[in-house]
C-alpha cells in the first residue's frame, strides 16, 4: 500500500518542482500567436537621463538710467581709488597704508554678500571694519535702483 501512496504523491511532487522553479521569459520574435509572452526585462538599470545644472537666476534688469548713474557714481567716486576697471590700482591710491580691495578678484566676491557691498557703498569702509578712508555714498540710499545697478557693476568685475 506504501507503494501506490508513494505513485499518488510522485506526480504531484514532479508537478510542484516543474511549476515553482522562475521561468526567464524569452523575447518575442513577433509572432502573433505568442501573445502572452512578456518582453525580456534588461539585467542591467537604465541609463539616467542626465541631469541639467540649476540655471542661475539673471540679476534683476536695471533701467538705463540706474546702470547710466551707477556708471557715473563710480567713475567719480569708486575708480578714483578702485580704478576703472575695479582692480585697486588707481594712482590715487598709490600711497595709501591699505591698498583698495581688488573687486575683480572672484575668491573675495565669493566670501561677500550683496547686503555687504551695499553696507560699504552706502556707509563706508568704516561700516564693515574696513579703512575709514573709503567714504560711503550716503545720498544712494534714496536711489535703490542705482544702488542695486552699482552694486551689479561691482559684482561685473569678477566676471
Known sequence: MRTRHWLLLLPSALLIAACGGEEKPTPSNGDSGAGNTP?????????????????????????AEAIAAADAKFASVCAVCHG?????????????????????DTAWQASVDDEYLTKIITEGGAAVGKSP???????????????????AKVRGFAK
Not at 541609463?47 to 537666476?57: H, R
Not at 578712508?133 to 552694486?151: I, N, Q, R, S, Y
Open 39 to 63: 518582453a525580456e526585462v534588461p539585467d542591467t538599470p537604465p541609463a539616467e537621463e542626465p541631469v541639467e545644472p540649476p540655471v542661475e537666476e539673471a540679476a534683476p534688469a536695471h533701467s
Open 133 to 151: 578712508l573709503m567714504t560711503g555714498a550716503p545720498d544712494l540710499k534714496d536711489k535703490p535702483e542705482v544702488l542695486a545697478a552699482l552694486v
Open 84 to 104: 576703472a576697471e575695479g582692480k585697486g590700482d588707481a594712482p590715487a591710491a598709490a600711497g595709501f597704508p591699505v591698498k583698495p580691495k581688488d573687486l575683480s
